[in-house]
C-alpha cells in the first residue's frame, strides 16, 4: 500500500489556518483589527465622509461641538471631524510607506549579510551597529531638520532610520535556517543563490518580518505625529494628527478647549494601541511551540 504524500500546497493551507486559529482566539486583537479597518475605510473614503472641505473655514473660532460641527471647530474655524479623517489618512500612509521602506532595506541587507556571511556580513553589521548607536530620536529630529518637512520627506527620514532592527532580525534567521537539511541540499544540487535567498529563506522568515512590521508601523505613526507636533513633520493646511495637537500647546486649550486636542489624541492612542495588540496576537499565532 502506497504512503500518501503530502503536497506543499495542501501544508502550506493547513499551517495557514492553524495560524488564523491561533489569531482569532485573542480577542483583543480581533477587535484591534475590526477597530482598524474601520478606520482605514473612513480615512480612504474621507472625501465622501467629511462634512467639510478640511482646509477652508467653515464657522467660526474655536466653536464648541454642535449639530452643525460634531467635533466642532479649530482655532482658524475648520471642521475638526473632516480634519481628523484626511489626518488619520496622513498618518496610516506615513506608518504603512515608511514601514515598506525600512523592511524592504533590512531585508535585503540581512539576507545578503547572513547568507554570505565574512567580510560582507562584518561590512553591514558595523554599518547597522553605526546607525543604532545614534539615540533615535535625535537621528530622526537631526534628519528632519536637515532634509525639512514635508509628507515624502518623513516618510523617507523614518524608512532610512528604523530598517536596522529589521536586517539583524532577517540576519539572525538566515544564519539559522541556512545551516537546515534542506538548505544545505540545496547547495549540494548547485541551485543558484537567488533561488535560495528569496524561493527557501524568505518565505520562513515572513512571520517574524510580519510581527516586527507591526511594531514599526506603530512608531512610524507615533514619530509622525511628534514631529507634526513640533512643526517639522507634516505642515498646515495639511492636516495630520500630529499637527492638529499642536494647537494644544497652552493651558486654556488643555482646560476650555478640549475638542482641539482630545478626538486627536485619543485615536493616535487607539491606533497605536490596537496594532501592538494585533502584532502580539501575530507573535503567538506564527509560534511553532503553541497549541
Known amino acids: 500500500m502506497k504512503k500518501q504524500i503530502k503536497k506543499p500546497t495542501e501544508t502550506k493551507l493547513k499551517t495557514g489556518n492553524r495560524v488564523m486559529k491561533r489569531f482569532f482566539q485573542h480577542k483583543l486583537a480581533v477587535a484591534s483589527l475590526v477597530f482598524l479597518l474601520v478606520i482605514m ?13 478640511p482646509n477652508k473655514i467653515a464657522g467660526g473660532f474655536s466653536e464648541a461641538p454642535s449639530a452643525k460641527f460634531l467635533l466642532g ?11 481628523l479623517f484626511y489626518a488619520t489618512r496622513i498618518s496610516l500612509l506615513v506608518g504603512i510607506a515608511a514601514t515598506a521602506v525600512s523592511t524592504a532595506i533590512g531585508v535585503i541587507l540581512g539576507l545578503i549579510s547572513g547568507y554570505f556571511g565574512g567580510w560582507t556580513d562584518m561590512v553591514i553589521m558595523r554599518f547597522t551597529d553605526m546607525v543604532m548607536s545614534f539615540p533615535y530620536i535625535l537621528l530622526v529630529l537631526v534628519s528632519a531638520a536637515i532634509f525639512g518637512p514635508g509628507l515624502w520627506n518623513i516618510i523617507l ?3 532610512f532610520v528604523d530598517w ?7 540576519r ?7 545551516e537546515t537539511n534542506y538548505i544545505q541540499a ?4 548547485g541551485m543558484p543563490t537567488r533561488y535560495i535567498l528569496f524561493s527557501e ?14 511594531s514599526v508601523i506603530a512608531l512610524s505613526m507615533l514619530d509622525e505625529a511628534a514631529l507634526s507636533f ?39 492612542v487607539l491606533l497605536v494601541i490596537s496594532i501592538n495588540f494585533i502584532g502580539d496576537a501575530l507573535r503567538d499565532a506564527f509560534d511553532p511551540s503553541g497549541k
Open 157 to 159: 527620514i523614518l524608512g
Open 73 to 83: 471647530t479649530d482655532q482658524v474655524g475648520r471642521d475638526v471631524l473632516s480634519r
Open 230 to 268: 513640533l512643526g517639522m513633520g507634516i505642515q498646515p493646511p495639511q492636516a495630520s494628527l500630529g499637527n492638529m495637537l499642536n494647537g494644544a500647546q497652552s493651558l486654556s486649550v488643555l482646560t476650555t478647549k478640549l475638542w482641539l486636542w482630545i478626538p486627536a489624541g485619543l485615536l493616535i
Open 201 to 214: 529563506i524568505l518565505p520562513n522568515t515572513v512571520a517574524p518580518i510580519l510581527v516586527y512590521a507591526t
Open 41 to 53: 475605510l473612513c480615512a480612504l473614503f474621507a472625501p465622501l465622509l467629511a462634512p467639510h472641505n
Open 186 to 189: 540545496d547547495f549540494v544540487a
Open 164 to 170: 536596522p532592527g529589521v536586517a539583524r532580525l532577517v
Open 172 to 178: 539572525g534567521n538566515v544564519l539559522s535556517i541556512r
